[in-house]
């Protein structure tokens, strides 16, 4: 008869514990790989957004949007910039899918506060212009804006929900880590660098704010970029001999156009 031969029990200790170093190397690069690919994705939406901004500048006699503040009789400015897009799911984050996009029914029109990018406050709409009424004030022209390929008008924001202080369809010009944890009620709408994230903050409603990550911005220019919070937040006393006002401690900033933040004023 032929001798049969097997595995002994050491061998197949060795094995397992092989096998579980591996897996232990090997998954968490299978993690950041598929974390880069939605990153990347998403630097992708932002740079059709940014497109589509400029050509609806164009259009318009080189005014830019508004971000929508009650609708403004326009539509938020995702609706506003619609025509210009051909698949609304750019739109919609890959890191927070729950918080999806939705075009609006009909003629209705497109309050809708979802999607996971927001529009820089900061140049949210000229209120000047209007006499302080956000209602019927128009967009900043290009030529008010003087630097154009440092001025962020859209990012990433939201998290990963449709409750109300998840949303983020506009984007506060203020630095996450100085925000507060439970005095503001909608933390969606900071500036998430949620790519990468390897810190957070507890904020109201149980969500883990990133305040140490990558996210993706569109600037007025139409390029599109991936910065840490150290270079989007990067914050300076005065720029070309103009003063920049601090960030106020609370509420967080929503229009001051000429913030201490370098990427997020008109100058």
Known sequence: MRKRSGFTLIELLVVIAIIAILAAILFPVFAQARDKARQMACLSNTKQIALAVYQYAQDYDETLPVYGFNAQARGRWQFQILPYIKNTEVYTCPNIPANKWVPPNGSALG???????????????????????????????????????????????????????????????????????????QPGLYPQFRHNASAYKLVVGGNQLPIDGRANFCFLDGHAKSLTVGQAMA??????????????????NHANNNVEYLLWNIY
Not at 235 to 252: F, H, K, Y
């Open 111 to 185: 309050t809708n506060d979802r999607g996971g990018y927001g529009w820089s406050l900061a140049i949210g709409a000229n209120a000047a212009a209007s006499g302080g009424n956000l209602n019927i004030a128009p967009g900043y022209t290009l030529a008010q804006i003087l630097k154009p390929a440092d001025t962020i008008v859209i990012g990433d924001t939201g998290f990963n929900g449709t409750a109300s202080h998840q949303v983020g369809w506009a984007m506060l010009a203020a630095d996450p880590r100085k925000a507060p944890s439970t005095a503001f009620t």
């Open 235 to 252: 914050a300076a006393a005065s720029e070309d001999g103009v003063a920049l006002q601090r960030e106020p401690p609370l509420p967080p």
